[in-house]
């Protein structure tokens, strides 16, 4: 593993369903977060975690849950996935609070 | 609100030379980054400013005006492989990015 990993590259997913889309990065960075990406609006931040063991609410929490049992890992749960997710969503992380950050190649997710 | 505003979309032609700009308003400021992001790919880091003034890189610069909420990136010598979109993106007082909706960048040519 080289940088920051996500799975899978992509999806459908039924509406309803359980999804849990992963990320994993090998830098030892404290800061790691989940964007979601649609067309003509800039990247908006789901969940971020400042430090394993911590997690914060960002923009457009709501429908989403993550963890952060170590410094590594940030999955990112859709509990029961809706149509409106349908996104791309990018996973990144810094090493500091004024650190560039560092993105997954993200996950291309459509919600039936 | 917090609010970044940049072109949707901007054509030059290769060879020559492009600015894209950015106005922020966000609530307080700890620095402006620029990223630029190919079509189907992750956004990747180009520039950082947090003071004022140009800051070189290359073919790219990036401006920073704190008083004014202004930034631009340049773009010199225009290849075919600089189109993408360039997204600017504040970091305001909680060290939260506020992200623009991104610059696409059409080369002709």
């Known amino acids: 593993i080289a940088g920051i990993t996500q799975a899978p590259t992509s999806q459908i997913l039924a509406a309803g369903r359980r999804m849990t889309l992963r990320c994993t990065q090998d830098?030892?960075?404290?800061?790691m977060y989940w964007y979601r990406q649609d067309l003509g609006l800039g990247l908006r931040l789901i969940h971020y975690?400042?430090?394993?063991?911590?997690?914060g609410k960002g923009e457009v929490p709501d429908g989403y849950s993550v963890s952060r049992a170590n410094t590594d890992d940030f999955p990112l749960t859709l509990a029961s996935a809706v149509p409106s997710q349908t996104s791309v969503y990018f996973c990144?992380?810094?090493?500091?609070?004024?650190?560039?950050?560092?993105f997954g190649s993200g996950t291309q997710l459509s919600v039936l | 609100g917090q609010n970044i505003d940049q072109p949707t979309e901007m054509t030059a032609t290769e060879g020559a030379i492009v600015q894209i700009n950015c106005t922020y308003q966000?609530?307080?400021?700890?620095?402006l980054f620029w990223y630029q992001q190919h079509a189907g790919e992750a956004p990747t880091f180009l520039s950082y400013?947090?003071l004022d003034g140009l800051e070189e890189k290359g073919r790219f610069s990036s401006f920073l005006s704190r008083s004014k909420g202004y930034s631009y990136l340049l773009l010199k010598e225009l290849q075919m492989k600089d189109s993408a979109s360039y997204l600017c993106?504040?970091?305001?007082?909680?060290?939260?990015?506020?992200w623009g909706a991104g610059t696409k960048l059409i080369i002709k040519p």
């Open positions: 990144a992380s810094s090493g500091g609070q004024n650190e560039k950050l560092f």
């Open positions: 830098m030892r960075h404290n800061a």
């Open positions: 975690s400042n430090t394993a063991g911590t997690t």
């Open positions: 966000t609530s307080g400021f700890n620095g």
């Open positions: 400013n947090v």
């Open positions: 993106a504040s970091l305001d007082s909680n060290y939260q990015l506020i």
